[in-house]
């Protein structure tokens, strides 16, 4: 079946440094994207979300991209901070508002 | 903005008990309703989709009979854990959507942690 995967598990970043998240879809139908949080022990927090029709988005230090020519998502945090660290999921909206959520990757942020 | 609650939000059973776990959506009617499993270092995976006033959609692989969903009001679904296994220790989290549009935003509940020993 098709699926929403990412390419890294883990991503350490430096506290103020930029951290990039990057995700591929490979259902090319999908027309809307979702990157949630989630802190450990807690359900996933929305962070931003995209249709299709754009390329990008921006939201308070976050900003996605999408490439629909590569299937590709990435969720840009800027000056990234010690309350980022969490593990970070794409998902993807299929028919009947069902989300299949990308396997996750960790943030973690040093000080 | 949109409050999804859970209960409990932790639970410890013995195998064979069966155990209902609640999701509210505290300040908004949801027409539609998600539940999904996680276990440990892994990604959500949807069980079932439960639709207020009619029985729930449960995904390949899913057992109805084992996990049993109720979506008796615009505010509140069960999942009823029966005869849970250790195998069932996961984390269970639920989601709502108010409209039912094709890309309403889902919000998540806090998650119900369930230990079967």
């Known amino acids: 079946g098709e699926s929403v995967g990412l390419h890294l598990p883990t991503l350490s970043v430096q506290e103020g440094d930029n951290s990039i998240i990057n995700c591929a879809y490979s259902?090319?139908?999908?027309?809307?994207f979702i990157w949630y949080k989630q802190e450990s022990g807690k359900g996933p927090q929305f962070i931003i979300d995209?249709?299709?029709?754009?390329d990008k988005r921006q939201g308070q230090r976050v900003t996605v991209l999408l490439n629909k020519t590569v299937k590709h998502l990435s969720l840009q945090i800027a000056a990234t901070q010690p309350g980022d660290s969490a593990v970070y999921f794409c998902a993807e909206n299929n028919a009947g508002n069902m989300l299949t959520f990308g396997g996750g990757t960790r943030l973690m942020v040093k000080p | 903005g949109a409050v999804v609650s859970q209960h409990p939000s932790w639970v410890i059973c013995k195998s064979g008990t069966s155990v209902k776990i609640e999701c509210r959506s505290l300040d908004f009617q949801a027409t539609t309703m998600f539940w999904y499993r996680q276990f440990p270092k892994q990604s959500l995976m949807l069980m079932a989709t439960?639709?207020?006033?009619?029985?729930?959609?449960?995904e390949q692989g899913v057992e109805k009979d084992k996990f049993l969903i109720n979506h008796a009001s615009l505010t509140l679904s069960t999942l009823t854990v029966t005869s849970a296994h250790p195998e069932d220790s996961s984390f269970y989290i639920c989601?709502?959507?108010?409209?039912?549009?094709?890309?309403?935003?889902?919000?998540f509940g806090p998650g119900t942690r369930l230990t079967v020993l």
């Open positions: 439960s639709n207020e006033g009619s029985k729930a959609t449960y």
């Open positions: 259902n090319s139908a999908s027309d809307y």
């Open positions: 995209i249709r299709s029709n754009m």
């Open positions: 989601s709502a959507i108010t409209s039912g549009r094709a890309t309403d935003t889902q919000y």
